[in-house]
C-alpha cells in the first residue's frame, strides 16, 4: 500500500496570496473575494529513470484569493473581469506549483492532469453562484 503525504504549499511575500485553504478545496468564497486553489497529486521519482516503487504519493496546493468586491457582477464586464482574475490566478498558482515541485521530478498522478484547466473550472463554478447571487439582489 502506497503511502501518502498531504504538503501544504503557502507562497508568501507577494501581494495577493493567501494562506493554504483546507485539502480539498478547489475555491472558496469569502466576502469580496474568492480563493482558487491549485491541487496537484504527484510522486517523487526514485534513483533510476520512471522508477516509483516504494515512494509517497504527495497531495500538493497553492492558494490564491481573487478579489471581486469592486466590480459590478451583475453587468457583463464586471463578469468578464471576474472570470478573467480567476483564469490568471488559475495559471498563476499552477505556474507556481511546477517551479516549486517541477513535473520532471514530482511526477503528477494520473499523468495527464492538467492544472489550469481544473483549477480555473473548479473556481468558475463557485464564481457563477457568486454572480448568480450578485444578480439576484
Given at each position: 500500500?502506497?503511502a ?5 504549499v503557502?507562497?508568501l511575500?507577494s501581494p495577493g496570496?493567501?494562506?493554504?485553504a483546507?485539502?480539498g ?10 480563493t482558487v ?6 510522486r517523487?521519482?526514485a534513483?533510476?529513470?520512471?522508477r ?6 504527495e ?6 484569493p ?5 466590480l ?8 468578464d473581469?471576474?472570470k478573467?482574475?480567476i483564469?490568471y490566478?488559475a495559471?498563476?498558482t499552477c505556474?507556481r506549483?511546477?517551479?516549486?515541485y517541477?513535473?520532471n ?6 499523468a495527464?492532469?492538467n492544472?489550469p484547466?481544473?483549477?480555473?473550472r473548479a ?7 457568486i454572480i ?5 439582489h
Amino acid at each position: 500500500m502506497a503511502a501518502v503525504t498531504i504538503l501544504s504549499v503557502v507562497a508568501l511575500g507577494s501581494p495577493g496570496y493567501a494562506e493554504q485553504a483546507p485539502s480539498g478545496a478547489a475555491s472558496t468564497p469569502t466576502a469580496g473575494a474568492l480563493t482558487v486553489t491549485a491541487p496537484r497529486v504527484v510522486r517523487r521519482k526514485a534513483q533510476g529513470a520512471g522508477r516509483f516503487q516504494g515512494t509517497p504519493v504527495e497531495v500538493l496546493s497553492l492558494s490564491q484569493p481573487v478579489n471581486f468586491g469592486d466590480l459590478d457582477l451583475t453587468t457583463s464586464m464586471g463578469v468578464d473581469e471576474f472570470k478573467k482574475r480567476i483564469l490568471y490566478a488559475a495559471w498563476n498558482t499552477c505556474n507556481r506549483l511546477e517551479s516549486e515541485y517541477p513535473s520532471n521530478v514530482y511526477v503528477p498522478v494520473p499523468a495527464d492532469q492538467n492544472c489550469p484547466d481544473d483549477t480555473a473550472r473548479a473556481a468558475l463554478v463557485v464564481a457563477d453562484s457568486i454572480i448568480a447571487a450578485a444578480r439576484a439582489h
